[in-house]
T-cell receptor, first 112, second 110 residues
Framework: DTEVTQTPKHLVMGMTNKKSLKCEQHMGHRAMYWYKQKAKKPPELMFVYSYEKLSINESVPSRFSPECPNSSLLNLHLHALQPEDSALYLC???????????FGPGTRLTVT | GNSVTQMEGPVTLSEEAFLTINCTYTATGYPSLFWYVQYPGEGLQLLLKATKADDKGSNKGFEATYRKETTSFHLEKGSVQVSDSAVYFCALRGYSTLTFGKGTMLLVSP
């Protein structure tokens, strides 16, 4: 089973809202990733967790706050977002950091 | 630093035509190379991979060979189907992250 699940599938939020994106994998992978993808562009790496510890933060604004409660779960907490943050947010996992990554279907976020 | 260059799209083909999408890379050492496919409205799916020079990755009729001498990893398929219409991303593995090309859109008409 190479499935990564993400919820919700779609999210519309105002600039003052607080919301969270959730990602789950049950493949025993020890690395998990958040990406942001704008239309017609490749994914941009935001965060990498390895063994449940944040190992890479690609200078992402503090209005995005990642959390890895356990080895299967990855959350992305959103607060005070801007309209330009509207994008597809993709989660991925890999057996270990640096191995091939398996992506979830993404959450389509619209900030109004 | 690492970089991946893909041919510009869209690539427009008729069903059963032969497909080539070019990908070249710049990297130190010999990175692992990947092709990912993204269907409309979906996430990325790992299509195939190669981990060392002369390796051939293959899946669902698609193939790509890791060419060290030309630093290339071109994607090929002998006979495309309408269902192959998607965006294809070439990527290389750095120390702990992926470097993606800009993506190539493939449109296949009946």
């Amino acid at each position: 089973d190479t499935e990564v699940t993400q919820t919700p599938k779609h999210l519309v939020m105002g600039m003052t809202n607080k919301k969270s994106l959730k990602c789950e994998q049950h493949m025993g992978h020890r690395a998990m990733y958040w990406y942001k993808q704008k239309a017609k562009k490749p994914p941009e790496l935001m965060f990498v967790y390895s063994y449940e510890k944040l190992s890479i933060n690609e200078s992402v604004p503090s209005r995005f706050s990642p959390e890895c409660p356990n080895s299967s779960l990855l959350n992305l907490h959103l607060h005070a977002l801007q309209p330009e943050d509207s994008a597809l947010y993709l989660c991925a996992s890999s057996p270990f950091s640096g191995y091939e990554q398996y992506f979830g279907p993404g959450t389509r976020l619209t900030v109004t | 630093g690492n970089s991946v260059t893909q041919m510009e799209g869209p690539v427009t083909l008729s069903e059963e035509a032969f497909l080539t999408i070019n990908c070249t890379y710049t990297a130190t050492g010999y990175p692992s190379l990947f092709w990912y496919v993204q269907y409309p409205g979906e996430g990325l799916q790992l299509l195939l991979k190669a981990t060392k020079a002369d390796d051939k990755g293959s899946n669902k009729g698609f193939e790509a060979t890791y060419r060290k001498e030309t630093t290339s990893f071109h994607l090929e398929k002998g006979s495309v189907q309408v269902s192959d219409s998607a965006v294809y991303f070439c990527a290389l593995r750095g120390y702990s992250t992926l470097t993606f090309g800009k993506g190539t859109m493939l449109l296949v008409s009946p």
